[in-house]
C-alpha cells in the first residue's frame, strides 16, 4: 500500500496543549510557584525539624508573658500566641488546606462529572428532571448548605464511614481528623454543580457524534460509551474547571475555618491561622501576615494555571 | 418467506417511521428482503430513501424516540432481532452483525488511541486479555493492509488519513469475525483511488472470511462488480429488486433506468451533457397518494398520481414497483436487442 509509508511518532493533543502551556509566562510561575508549595508543605517540616528541631505544635516552656515574637533567623515567620513557630505552622496548615482543595475538588470531579455524563447522555426527560435538581440546589447558597451539612453531621453524628476513612488513614480517635474529612466531602458536594453542567454541555454536543454510532454499533454499552467513549472527550474542559475549583474550595474552607466551622485545633489551615492572626492584627501583624500572603500566593498560582490551562486545551476559543 | 435453507438475514415488512413536527416520516415504509450466507446484497437509491434507517434497524440503532420501529419482522440466522432484550442485542453488535460507517473521519473516537479502541471489541466479546486483544489487533490491522501494525497501533486517529482510518474501521468491524457486514457507504467519503482499494479490500475479506455483506451505496458502478443482488430504494419503498446482472441488463423500474442512465460512462460523447432525473426526491412526510416517483416519472400517466402502484413480479426474483413493470421490463429487452445487435 502507498498509504502507509512511514509511521509518525504520534503527538497527542495532550503534548500539543503543554506546548502551548509552557509558552504561556503566569501559567508556568503558576505552576512552579505550586510545585515549590507543595515541596514545602509536605516536605517542609520535616526539613525544619531535622535542621532546627522546630515542631508546629512545640509551646515553650518559658515563663514569658508575652510570647508572640515578630519574625527572626529562628523564627522565620515569628511565633505566634502560644509562641509556636509560625512558619512550621503555616506549612503545616498548608497540608491541611491543600488537601481540602484537592480532594474536594475529586469528590466534585466524580460526583459532577458522573453525573453530568449521564444526564447528558441519555437526555430527554431524565436529562431535564436532573437539572432541574441542580438548579434548585444552585439557588440555594452553597456556603448554607455546608454549614447544615457541618452541623448536622458534625460531631457524634459524624457519619461512620467518614469516621473510618479518617480512622485508616489517620489513626483512631481523632475526632479532629473526621471534622476534616467530613469538611471534604461537604465542600466537594457542593462544588460539583458546575462541573455537572460543564461535562453535560459537552456530551450534548459529543453525543450525536458518528463515533458515539459507531461504538454502539460494536456492542458497547450504554455505560461503557458514557465512560470510555465520551468522557476522556470532555477532560479538557474538565481539567481547566477542576484547577479554577481548587482555589475557590481553598477559600471556601479559609472562610468557614474563619468562622470557626472548619478546621478544628489541634489541626490547622491557613483559614484557621488566619483566623487567631485577626485577633492580634494591631500588635503581631504577622501572625495575619504570613498565613494570608502564603494562600493569596497560592491562589493566584491555581487561577493563572487554570487560565492557562484553558487557553492551551482549547486554542479555538482563546483571546488575548 | 420462510426460513429457507442459508439464509442469514430476512427482512419482512419492515416499518421504520420517525416522530417529527413535521408529521411521521415514513423513513422506511415496508421494506421486505432476504440475505443468503455469503451473499452481497446491495442498497442502492437518493439520500433520504431509507437505506440507512433500514440497516439501522436491522442493527437496532433506530434512536427511540423520535424513531419507532412500527413493524415487520427481522431474522437473523433465525433469530428475531426486533423480539430481543436490548443485552442480547448488544451481544449480536460487533460480534455477529458489524457496521463500517461512511466517514471514517468521524466514526473513530478522536481522543483515544487506535489500539484501545480495537481491542474494545475483542475484549467485549471474545472475552480477550490485554495480550490477546493486542495480538489479535495487530493481526486484524495486518490484514486490512497496514503494514507497520506493531507501530501504529498506538497513533490516535487523527494520524491515519482517510483511506488509513477506513481500513481501521474495517479491521474493527471484522475483528469478531462476524456472520454479517453492513457497510453503509463505506467509499462515500473516500477519494477515488482510495475507493478502489477499499471495495477491493472488502471484496477480498468477505471472501476470505465468508462474510456475508450488505453494501449502502448511492453510486450503482459501486455495486456492479460486487454484489450478487441490487435492492433499488426510493421514499422508504423497495422500487426494484433483481439480481445484479438482471438488474443491470433488463431493469424494469423507470427509476432504475433513470439511475442507470445517469451513471458516468467513459464511453460516453464528449460535450453530451450527463442524464440526471428531472426533480428532488419527495417530501417523505407528505407523500402524495399515487406513486412516490410519478412527479419525475418519463411515462407517468393518470393511474401513477391516482394509485399507489403495484409490487409486480417480473420473474421470482425480480420485482418491480410500477404499474408499468411488465411494459417498462419489455421496453429495456428491447433497448438490449437492439444494443447487442
Not at chain 1, 206 to 214: C, G, I
Not at chain 2, 49 to 78: C, H, W, Y
Request: hydrophobic share 45%; aromatic share 8%.
Amino acid at each position: 500500500m502507498d498509504e502507509n509509508v512511514t509511521a509518525i511518532k504520534g503527538t497527542s493533543l495532550w503534548r500539543d496543549a503543554w506546548k502551548r502551556l509552557l509558552k504561556n509566562r503566569l501559567a508556568v510561575f503558576g505552576l512552579v510557584m505550586l510545585i515549590i508549595i507543595a515541596l514545602f508543605v509536605i516536605i517542609g517540616p520535616l526539613v525544619l525539624f531535622w535542621a532546627t528541631g522546630i515542631t508546629a505544635d512545640e509551646i515553650p516552656a518559658n515563663g514569658d508573658l508575652i510570647k508572640s515574637f515578630p519574625p527572626s533567623r529562628l523564627h522565620w515567620m515569628g511565633t505566634d500566641e502560644a509562641g509556636r513557630d509560625q512558619f512550621a505552622r503555616v506549612l503545616q496548615g498548608g497540608r491541611i488546606s491543600l488537601m481540602v482543595g484537592i480532594i474536594s475538588t475529586i469528590v466534585s470531579l466524580v460526583v459532577g462529572v458522573s453525573y453530568g455524563a449521564i444526564a447528558g447522555f441519555l437526555g430527554g426527560r431524565i436529562d431535564n428532571v436532573m437539572m432541574r435538581i441542580v438548579d434548585m440546589i444552585y439557588a440555594i447558597p452553597y456556603i448554607l448548605i455546608v454549614i447544615v451539612l457541618l452541623s448536622v453531621f458534625g460531631g457524634q453524628n459524624t457519619p461512620s464511614w467518614i469516621k473510618y476513612l479518617s480512622e485508616t488513614i489517620g489513626g483512631s480517635g481523632n475526632q479532629g481528623l473526621s471534622q476534616i474529612f467530613l469538611l471534604f466531602f461537604a465542600l466537594g458536594l457542593v462544588s460539583w454543580l458546575t462541573m455537572a453542567r460543564v461535562v453535560r454541555g459537552q456530551v450534548l454536543s459529543l453525543k450525536n457524534q458518528e463515533f458515539v454510532m459507531a461504538a454502539r454499533a460494536t456492542g458497547v454499552s450504554t455505560f461503557g460509551i458514557i465512560f470510555r467513549h465520551l468522557v476522556p472527550n470532555t477532560l479538557g474542559p474538565v481539567i481547566v474547571y477542576a484547577t479554577l475549583t481548587v482555589p475557590s474550595v481553598m477559600l471556601t474552607e479559609a472562610f468557614l475555618s474563619y468562622l470557626g466551622l472548619g478546621v478544628q485545633a489541634p489541626f490547622a489551615s491557613w483559614g484557621s491561622l488566619a483566623a487567631d492572626g485577626v485577633k492580634n492584627i494591631a500588635i503581631f501583624p504577622w501572625q495575619l501576615l504570613f498565613p494570608g500572603l502564603t494562600m493569596a500566593l497560592t491562589l493566584f498560582s491555581l487561577n493563572f494555571l487554570g487560565d492557562g490551562l484553558r487557553d492551551a486545551l482549547d486554542p479555538q476559543t482563546r483571546k488575548f | 418467506m420462510n426460513q429457507q435453507n442459508g439464509s442469514i438475514l430476512s427482512v419482512k415488512d419492515l416499518r421504520t417511521y420517525f416522530a417529527t413536527e413535521d408529521g411521521v416520516v415514513k423513513a422506511v415504509d415496508g421494506i421486505t428482503f432476504e440475505l443468503t450466507k455469503g451473499e452481497t446484497l446491495g442498497i442502492v437509491g437518493e439520500s433520504g430513501s431509507g437505506k440507512s434507517v433500514t440497516n439501522l434497524s436491522v442493527m437496532r440503532l433506530i434512536p427511540e424516540p423520535p424513531g419507532q420501529i412500527a413493524g415487520g419482522r427481522i431474522v437473523f440466522d433465525g433469530i428475531d432481532v426486533l423480539g430481543l432484550s436490548i443485552e442480547k442485542v448488544r451481544d449480536l453488535r460487533g460480534r455477529r452483525i458489524a457496521m463500517i460507517f461512511q466517514d471514517p473521519m468521524t466514526s473513530l473516537n478522536p481522543f483515544l488511541k487506535i489500539s484501545t479502541q480495537l481491542t474494545e471489541v475483542t475484549r467485549l466479546h471474545l472475552n480477550h486479555n490485554e495480550q490477546q486483544a493486542r495480538a489479535h489487533a495487530i493481526k486484524m490491522l495486518k490484514l486490512v493492509g497496514i503494514s507497520d501494525a506493531e507501530d501504529r497501533m498506538d497513533s490516535y486517529p487523527h494520524e491515519f488519513s482517510g483511506g488509513m482510518r477506513q481500513r481501521v474501521m474495517i479491521a474493527m468491524a471484522l475483528s469478531c469475525d462476524p456472520e454479517l457486514l453492513i457497510a453503509d457507504e463505506p467509499t462515500t467519503a473516500l477519494d477515488v483511488t482510495i475507493q478502489a482499494q477499499i471495495l477491493e479490500l472488502i471484496k477480498d475479506l468477505k471472501a476470505r472470511m465468508g462474510t456475508s455483506v450488505i453494501l449502502i451505496t448511492h453510486d450503482l458502478g459501486v455495486v456492479a462488480g460486487m454484489t450478487d443482488k441490487i435492492i433499488v430504494m426510493y421514499a422508504g419503498k423497495v422500487f426494484e429488486q433483481a439480481p445484479t446482472k438482471e438488474l443491470f441488463a433488463t431493469p424494469a423500474n423507470p427509476y432504475t433506468k433513470g439511475l442507470l442512465k445517469s451513471v458516468p460512462d467513459p464511453a460516453h460523447e464528449e460535450g453530451k451533457e450527463l442524464y440526471q432525473i428531472p426533480g428532488l426526491p419527495p417530501d417523505v412526510a407528505h407523500l402524495p397518494p399515487g406513486c412516490p416517483f410519478a412527479e419525475r416519472c418519463y411515462r407517468a400517466e393518470d393511474i401513477c398520481r391516482r394509485e399507489f402502484p403495484p409490487f409486480v413480479e417480473i420473474n421470482s426474483d425480480h420485482h418491480s414497483l410500477c404499474h408499468f413493470a411488465q411494459e417498462v421490463y419489455a421496453e429495456s429487452i428491447k433497448e438490449n436487442e437492439v444494443l447487442h445487435v
